[in-house]
């Protein structure tokens, strides 16, 4: 895009609707950044409540104990928005934790397993986050709609600068 145009388009002709979109993108990042957070927020609680060792590039097939929280903090955010996924099961010899197949824990006793299988069980049901971020989310869909019908109406306009015209991808 011509950067010329471009600069035209935001300062003289279309101020409110890139407004808009830098608002959009801002509110965007601050709501992914509050899901990132409340993801390292967990894999937090389940390195420190799981009483296993964070994975390391050992081999995660090995005897060795371990766990990877940052896999299993993804695991409790999906559960809590209901996005499908595989579910969260013991290993045959009831000493890991697996998703899809995917060991996401292991352990020599059947203790630590149980006792990590209960916290994310805790953990997936929890909603207070998920409810605290909801209106947020409903507020970043209208401003989405918003921006998304004011793009069509200047896509079927004829009165882009420079005689320019969008085209619908």
């Given amino acids: 895009m011509d950067l010329l ?3 035209d388009a935001k300062f003289r002709h279309y101020r409110r609707i890139f407004r808009r979109w830098e608002l959009f993108k801002s509110e965007v990042d601050a709501y992914t950044r509050r899901w ?3 993801a390292e927020q967990l894999s937090r609680t389940v390195r420190e409540q799981s009483g296993l060792p964070l994975i390391t590039e050992a081999d995660p097939l090995s005897n060795t104990e371990w766990i990877d929280p940052d896999g299993l903090a993804v695991f409790v955010v999906n559960c809590q928005l209901a996005i ?6 013991l290993g045959p010899d009831g000493r890991s934790l697996e ?34 971020l909801h ?12 921006l998304l019908r004011e793009l069509d109406r200047l896509r079927r306009s004829s ?8 085209a619908r991808l």
């Fill in 5 to 7: 145009l471009y600069a």
């Fill in 36 to 38: 990132v957070s409340y």
């Fill in 84 to 89: 499908g996924q595989r579910p969260l099961c």
């Fill in 99 to 132: 998703i899809g197949g995917t060991t996401m824990a292991h352990a020599a006793a059947e203790d630590p397993i149980q006792r990590s299988l209960k916290l994310l069980r805790v953990l997936c049901d929890k909603r207070e986050t998920l409810d605290s």
């Fill in 135 to 146: 209106p947020q989310a409903e507020a970043l869909r209208h401003l989405a709609k918003y």
């Fill in 159 to 166: 009165k882009l600068p420079g005689g320019c015209r969008l």
